[in-house]
């Protein structure tokens, strides 16, 4: 039984139409008072049911209802109860890192497993100790094979791979290493009074180059105006950006749509409405690789032969 979330009916129809199966019947409601109300129009009982959600924007309503869809479903008896999040919320809160500060991605998998869940799916978590946050079992998949095989389809000439930042350069190395190309690195401080980050030095080089900014989510664009202008200033030639996750505020969507870059890819984990659509944007669909991973979990098969693992 495959069930959507308001925030991912389009991706959920996809999945279902890999599948080969018609989305399970439900009902939403909001109340004056901005309760939200759910209700099934068939029943799951005894079913293996995966609801499908992504925590965009707005994330709490969306959030919350993932959490009220999950409890509806148990208490129809279902047999099992799966979560498909393609892109999960709060993965930054993931440490202590400053004093009297929560860990609030911990928060977020206890109120899942909380609500009833059995297993969940998701793509790119930002850190990967995040999958020690939940006791119940799951896959973090990545968009990486995706993204990358298309980027190698492009047959882009002199292409250096670049980190966004030092974080996440182990990442950006994977994508180096599979398109057979030099690694570059940004250094880079965030101000945390302000949430903005400053770039400060490449590592590496990228002079007379093509070049492929790589990160796990874009959400200003702040990060990527500084690493576009240090890879300019340090003789790049055309850029390339790809992310999985497009959290893009509005302010972000304007700061993209002024920066010189010949191509944005990215994924459909987060729904992106037209006026949130750039032009040179790619939007390449993870619902083949939920739909394979989703058939797969529920006939007890491997999910890592997909990535020879």
């Known amino acids: 039984?495959?069930?959507?979330?308001?925030?991912?009916?389009?991706?959920?129809?996809?999945?279902?139409?890999?599948?080969?199966?018609?989305?399970?019947?439900?009902?939403?409601?909001?109340?004056?008072?901005?309760?939200?109300?759910?209700?099934?129009?068939?029943?799951?009982?005894?079913?293996?049911?995966?609801?499908?959600?992504t925590m965009s924007s707005p994330l709490h309503d969306n959030f919350m209802e993932l959490l009220i869809?999950?409890?509806?479903?148990?208490?129809?008896?279902?047999?099992?109860?799966?979560?498909v999040i393609p892109y999960m919320a709060y993965t930054r809160s993931d440490k202590k890192d400053q004093p009297?500060?929560?860990?609030?991605?911990?928060?977020?998998?206890?109120?899942?497993?909380?609500?009833?869940?059995d297993r969940y799916i998701t793509i790119d978590l930002h850190t990967g100790q995040i999958q020690g946050f939940f006791n119940i079992p799951g896959d973090a998949l990545t968009a990486f094979h995706l993204m990358s095989d298309y980027v190698r389809d492009q047959n882009i000439n002199n292409l250096a791979v670049v980190s966004a930042d030092l974080g996440f350069a182990k990442k950006a190395r994977n994508w180096a290493e599979k398109l057979g190309t030099p690694l570059a690195v940004v250094e880079k401080r965030r101000l945390f009074n302000t949430g903005q980050s400053e770039a400060l030095t490449l590592i590496g080089d990228v002079a007379g180059k093509n070049v492929l900014i790589v990160d796990d989510e874009v959400l200003t664009g702040g990060t990527i105006a500084n690493v576009?202008?240090?890879?300019?200033r340090e003789g790049a030639q055309d850029v390339y950006l790809?992310?999985?996750?497009?959290?893009?505020?509005?302010?972000?969507?304007?700061?993209l749509r002024g920066l010189d870059i010949k191509e944005i890819i990215t994924t459909n984990t987060v729904p992106l409405p037209p006026e949130r659509t750039l032009p040179n944007m790619t939007i390449l669909s993870v619902a083949p690789l939920l739909g394979e991973v989703t058939l797969r979990a529920h006939e007890g098969r491997s999910v890592g032969e997909l990535f020879n693992e």
């Not at 576009?228 to 300019?232: F, H, N």
């Open 100 to 117: 009297r500060v929560p860990i609030t991605a911990r928060l977020v998998a206890n109120m899942i497993e909380t609500a009833g869940a």
């Open 1 to 53: 039984m495959l069930l959507a979330g308001s925030a991912s009916v389009a991706l959920c129809k996809e999945i279902g139409a890999y599948l080969g199966i018609e989305l399970g019947e439900s009902e939403r409601l909001v109340f004056p008072n901005e309760n939200i109300f759910i209700q099934l129009k068939e029943s799951v009982r005894g079913q293996d049911v995966y609801i499908v959600q």
């Open 242 to 255: 790809a992310f999985t996750h497009a959290v893009i505020a509005p302010q972000g969507v304007e700061r």
């Open 228 to 232: 576009v202008e240090t890879l300019k």
């Open 69 to 83: 869809m999950v409890d509806a479903v148990k208490r129809d008896s279902a047999g099992r109860i799966n979560v």
